[in-house]
């Protein structure tokens, strides 16, 4: 998955030799952020966050553009539980990342556009609800997929995007079983994000 991310930022460069036009601009918004995958429970719940960043649109055609971004995003999720009183324990994790995505746009009519790419993120903290630094079980890089759309109108555009995790963020515990054995158990959890963004050209 890297390999795509790493050939998708060569397209983007060699794109902009290309480039009929340029553009620069920044962006924040809403992050709706969960987990998903064979091992997350039931009872995991959507975390608020927040996301800032900035981009550069190159417009390869009328209808295509190729569009870089660089990220700070709050991602994470939350999930409640019961004690043996019977009582419910809500904790969260909360993930920072710098977020690398290269988007392909399509201008399906004036100001609407649908968007999708490959998304490289980098961890730059894990913590729990108490601050309790949990770094040392996260992957420090995640590989996710984003599609959406957005419309613009002048120098504002409105956007929402699906960023679908494609590998795990909890890292691989390594023990030794019975037979002194090393085994590898892996996991198969991964980062799901709904964002609502507002940006801005120059």
């Not at 977020?99 to 903290?125: D, K, R």
């Not at 729990?128 to 420090?140: I, R």
């Not at 759309?149 to 699906?162: E, P, T, V, W």
């Amino acid at each position: 998955m890297k390999k795509l991310f790493l050939i998708a930022s060569v397209v983007a460069m060699t794109c902009t030799g290309f480039a009929q036009e340029m553009t620069f601009g920044a962006k924040a918004g809403l992050n709706l952020a969960n987990v998903s995958g064979d091992d997350v429970g039931d009872d995991a719940e959507m975390l608020i966050g927040a996301f800032v960043g900035g981009y550069a649109n190159f417009a390869i055609t009328e209808k295509i553009s190729i569009q870089p971004e660089l990220v700070f995003s709050m991602q994470g999720n939350k999930d409640t539980s019961t004690d043996e009183d019977d009582n419910e324990v809500e904790t969260e994790t909360k993930m920072n990342y710098i977020n690398i995505p290269v988007m392909a746009g399509y201008q399906v009519m004036e100001g609407l556009n649908l968007h999708t790419g490959p998304q490289l993120g980098i961890l730059l903290s894990a913590e729990d609800e108490d601050g309790n630094d949990m770094k040392d079980f996260a992957k420090s890089t995640d590989v996710a997929w984003a599609i959406g759309g957005s419309y613009k109108m002048d120098n504002l555009s409105f956007d929402i995007r699906y960023n679908m995790g494609l590998t795990s963020i909890r890292e691989d515990d390594e023990y030794e079983n019975e037979l002194e054995e090393m085994v590898t158990e892996e996991y198969d959890i991964k980062n799901s994000v709904i964002q609502f963004s507002v940006g801005y050209s120059f």
